[in-house]
C-alpha cells in the first residue's frame, strides 16, 4: 500500500515520474502526486498490467511529453475511486488520464483542467472496457478532438457524469469505432459540439444535452450550474436535471452524495448529472 504520501517534483526518461507500477496489485490511496514528469508516459503514475486501485488521491499538474499526463495504464485492470485528477498535461494523448488495452473501472472522479495537444483532453480511451459511475469530467482542453473524452475501438458505459465546459476544435466527447452508453449524465457548453460518433454504436438516455439528443427521457434545457463548497457543478434547486433520471437515487448507489450546494443527499428519483460527496 502507498498512502498518505507527497509525492512531487520527479522526472522519469521513460514511465511513471511520480509512481510506477509493473505486474502490481498496489493499493495507491490519499497521495499528493504533483508536478512530476515523464518522458514517455504516465506523468503522474505509470500502470502496467496488475490491477492497481487508485482511491482518494490528488493527482496534479503532472506532465507526459508522449501521453498520459496524470494516469497511464496498459493492459490492466485499475480502479480510479474519488480522486482528484487536475492540471495534468501531454503532448499528444490523455492529459488526465490515458487507457489503452485496459479494463478500468472510473467512480466518483473529478477531472478537470487537462491539456492533450492532440486528444483526449480528460480521458483517453483505446481498445479498452471501460465500466463507470459519477465523474465530473470539467473544463479540459485538447488541440485537435475530444476535449472531455476520446474513446476508440473501446466499450464504455457512462452513468451520471457531467462533461461541461470542455475545449477542443472537434468537440466534447468523440467516440470512434466504438461503443458507447450514456444514461443519467448532463453534457452541456463544450465547445463545437457535445458528443459525436463516427462508425459506433451511441445510446444516450435519460440525459442533458445540449442541442437534444434523440433517446428516451432526455431534455436539453440549461442544467442551471451553481457554485457550492466543493465546486461549479452543483444544481440549482430549479434545474429540470433534479429528479430526472432513469431510477431511484438508491438503487443508483447515490443517496449518500449530493447535486445540491446546500448538502441535501440525493433520495427518491435520481438526479442528473455528477454527484459530490457530502462535506
Not at 514528469?37 to 496534479?60: D, K, Q, T
Not at 457531467?162 to 452541456?188: E, F, H, K, Y
Request: aromatic share 8%; glycine share 16%.
Amino acid at each position: 500500500m502507498i498512502a498518505r504520501n507527497t509525492i512531487v517534483g520527479n522526472t522519469a526518461t521513460e514511465h511513471g515520474g511520480g509512481i510506477l507500477c509493473h505486474m502490481s496489485y498496489a493499493i495507491i490511496t490519499e497521495n499528493l502526486v504533483s508536478d512530476n514528469s515523464a518522458i514517455e508516459s504516465g506523468g503522474g503514475i505509470h500502470c502496467e498490467h496488475g490491477s492497481v486501485r487508485l482511491e482518494g488521491n490528488v493527482i496534479a499538474g503532472n506532465s507526459g511529453v508522449n501521453v498520459g499526463g496524470g494516469i497511464c495504464s496498459y493492459y490492466g485492470t485499475p480502479t480510479l475511486r474519488g480522486n482528484t485528477i487536475h492540471y495534468n498535461s501531454a503532448d499528444r494523448y490523455g492529459g488526465g488520464a490515458y487507457f489503452v488495452e485496459s479494463t478500468p473501472t472510473v467512480e466518483h472522479n473529478m477531472i478537470g483542467g487537462n491539456i492533450a495537444g492532440v486528444s483526449g483532453g480528460g480521458i483517453y480511451c483505446e481498445k479498452s472496457s471501460l465500466t463507470s459511475l459519477n465523474n465530473a469530467i470539467v473544463e479540459n482542453q485538447a488541440g485537435v478532438q475530444g476535449a472531455g473524452m476520446i474513446v476508440k475501438e473501446s466499450t464504455v458505459s457512462l452513468g451520471n457524469w457531467t462533461v461541461s465546459r470542455n475545449s477542443a476544435p472537434g468537440g466534447g466527447v468523440c467516440c470512434l469505432d466504438s461503443s458507447m452508453t450514456v444514461l443519467n449524465s448532463i453534457l452541456w457548453d463544450n465547445s463545437s459540439f457535445e458528443v459525436m460518433a463516427d462508425n459506433s454504436w451511441l445510446g444516450i438516455t435519460y440525459s442533458l444535452v445540449e442541442g437534444g439528443y434523440e433517446g428516451v427521457g432526455n431534455i436539453h434545457d440549461d442544467p442551471m450550474f451553481v457554485t457550492g463548497p466543493l465546486g461549479e457543478y452543483y444544481l440549482d434547486p430549479d434545474s429540470l436535471c433534479i429528479d430526472a433520471g432513469s431510477q431511484s437515487a438508491d438503487d443508483a448507489g447515490l443517496w449518500y452524495r449530493t447535486t445540491q450546494a446546500d448538502g441535501t443527499p440525493d433520495t427518491g428519483a435520481l438526479d442528473m448529472g455528477f454527484h459530490y460527496p457530502i462535506p
